[in-house]
């Protein structure tokens, strides 16, 4: 079954909340199970509305969720939870 934008949004954001507020760009895309170039794209779009962070330093980069980003998995874990008791997925 193909995710739709909402779901996949949701999984990256679970995946850098899961790891402690910041993961590896490859390990998000291994845990969120997306190519690393697809995954680059929607990462870029969601630093540009403020969800995310993408940093590099001392020859790694890694994606922190901003707090922004937080509120809105914390939205999108309620709505999906919601959806989920009339079996509906996200």
């Not at 999108?76 to 996200?90: E, Q």
Request: glycine residues 8%.
């Amino acid at each position: 079954m193909r995710r739709s934008k909402a779901a996949i949004i949701y999984e990256i954001l679970e995946v850098v909340v899961r790891n402690g507020g910041e993961v590896s760009p490859t390990q998000l895309s291994l845990e969120a199970n997306l190519a690393y170039d697809r995954m680059m794209k929607l990462l870029e779009s969601l630093e540009e509305r403020g969800l995310v962070e993408i940093a590099s330093g001392e020859g790694r980069k890694w994606v922190r969720i901003t707090r922004k980003g937080q509120e809105l998995y914390h939205h999108l874990k309620h709505v999906r939870r919601i959806l989920s008791d009339f079996g509906i997925s996200l």
